[in-house]
């Protein structure tokens, strides 16, 4: 499929299909009491680059190259961006990462306080499972969203980015081994970044090959996204990055740099890219270039 607009215009018009459907994730109806809802809100619908779930949505056009499948795949882009908030108010408690700013304003805790932040993200955490089912309605087979379901409540839970971040959490400087480094990574954000490109093969009806290749590329892809945000924790700025640089450093965290320097971890990063690219283009998918396109500018974002 030739694409017939630029990658950065089709990632901003995938980013407003998100924010438009993130809006609608909760019940009008329903009890919810209402700080906790202004809690969930102020970091559900904050901006950011929504890069999880438009994995999603390209994964699944990429598997027939048909807009409808993406349609299909909206819930699961949901409830990934959601757990992903969730992870994000929690890291940044003072308990867990002690941040004061996250895209660009208060982190939420700031805001609202420790205990409503802690609960604001078991509310997103839970409620995402919750948006998963809809994707039944939307026409999804129901026995692709328990295989959804399964996935991420492994890849989100102890198995995968809650195990990271105790990983993360525990790892120091002069301690933590490259291989420990790698396993943290892969866990705490490859994990659910290759959770969100399989929901949206599940969404398509993608065969059990392309649900492999969708895997390794999110893996590879999330590898080099969490190296390359180490790497900008240092070399980027706050304005650019709408948090804290330098954080890591600050917390003796072990990084890529820390570890590798940075002409290194750079050649990582592109390396894995490649890889990435190459797994989707022996996957026999109808439409693999924009998810080809998101890796490459991936691969040189500076924010």
Same mark, same amino acid.
């Not at 809690?39 to 904050?46: F, G, K, Q, R």
């Not at 919750?130 to 959804?148: I, M």
């Not at 969404?203 to 999330?222: E, I, P, T």
């Given at each position: 499929?030739?694409?017939?607009?630029?990658?950065?215009?089709?990632?901003?018009?995938?980013?407003?299909?998100?924010?438009?459907?993130?809006?609608?994730?909760?019940?009008?109806?329903?009890?919810?009491?209402?700080?906790?809802?202004?809690?969930?809100?102020?970091?559900? /619908?904050?901006?950011?680059?929504?890069?999880?779930?438009?994995?999603?949505?390209?994964?699944? %056009?990429?598997?027939?190259?048909?807009? %409808?499948?993406?349609?299909?795949?909206?819930?699961?882009?949901?409830?990934?961006?959601?757990?992903?908030?969730?992870?994000?108010?929690?890291?940044?408690? *003072?308990?867990?990462?002690?941040?004061?700013?996250?895209?660009?304003?208060?982190?939420?805790?700031?805001?609202?306080?420790?205990?409503?932040?802690?609960?604001?993200?078991?509310?997103?955490?839970?409620?995402?499972?919750?948006?998963?089912?809809?994707?039944?309605?939307?026409?999804?087979?129901?026995?692709?969203?328990?295989?959804?379901?399964?996935?991420?409540?492994?890849?989100?839970?102890?198995?995968?980015?809650?195990?990271?971040?105790?990983?993360?959490?525990?790892?120091?400087?002069?301690?933590?081994?490259?291989?420990?480094?790698?396993?943290?990574?892969?866990?705490?954000?490859?994990?659910?970044?290759?959770?969100?490109?399989?929901?949206?093969?599940?969404?398509?009806?993608? !065969?059990?090959?392309?649900? !492999?290749?969708?895997?390794?590329?999110?893996?590879?892809?999330?590898?080099?996204? %969490?190296?390359?945000?180490?790497? /900008?924790?240092?070399?980027?700025?706050?304005?650019?990055?709408?948090?804290?640089?330098?954080?890591?450093?600050?917390?003796?965290?072990?990084?890529?740099?820390?570890?590798?320097?940075?002409?290194?971890?750079?050649?990582?990063?592109?390396?894995?890219?490649? +890889?990435?690219? +190459?797994?989707?283009?022996?996957?026999? /998918?109808?439409? *693999?270039?924009?998810?080809? +396109?998101?890796?490459?500018?991936?691969?040189?974002?500076?924010?």
């Amino acid at each position: 499929m030739t694409t017939s607009v630029g990658i950065h215009t089709y990632l901003e018009q995938q980013r407003e299909r998100v924010e438009t459907a993130l809006k609608s994730v909760f019940p009008t109806n329903g009890f919810i009491p209402t700080q906790l809802r202004e809690a969930m809100d102020y970091s559900l /619908l904050a901006g950011g680059k929504r890069l999880r779930p438009i994995f999603v949505l390209a994964a699944s %056009q990429a598997v027939s190259g048909e807009e %409808q499948a993406s349609e299909r795949a909206l819930p699961f882009a949901c409830a990934v961006e959601m757990i992903h908030t969730y992870s994000l108010i929690h890291d940044d408690l *003072p308990a867990m990462d002690n941040d004061d700013y996250r895209r660009g304003r208060l982190t939420n805790h700031k805001v609202f306080g420790e205990a409503m932040g802690i609960l604001a993200g078991d509310g997103l955490l839970t409620h995402a499972f919750h948006v998963v089912t809809r994707a039944a309605a939307s026409g999804v087979p129901p026995e692709r969203v328990l295989a959804v379901v399964q996935e991420l409540s492994a890849l989100a839970g102890v198995q995968g980015m809650v195990g990271g971040q105790v990983e993360d959490m525990l790892g120091e400087q002069g301690v933590t081994t490259l291989e420990q480094l790698e396993n943290i990574h892969l866990h705490k954000t490859s994990d659910l970044i290759a959770f969100s490109l399989r929901a949206g093969g599940h969404a398509a009806d993608a !065969d059990n090959k392309q649900l !492999d290749a969708f895997g390794l590329y999110g893996r590879n892809v999330g590898l080099a996204f %969490q190296i390359q945000d180490d790497i /900008l924790d240092l070399t980027g700025t706050t304005e650019k990055l709408g948090k804290p640089v330098k954080s890591d450093e600050r917390q003796e965290k072990v990084t890529y740099p820390f570890l590798l320097g940075m002409d290194e971890s750079r050649k990582r990063v592109a390396r894995l890219t490649n +890889e990435a690219n +190459e797994t989707l283009l022996q996957a026999g /998918l109808a439409a *693999p270039d924009r998810l080809i +396109e998101i890796a490459n500018y991936l691969l040189s974002r500076d924010h």
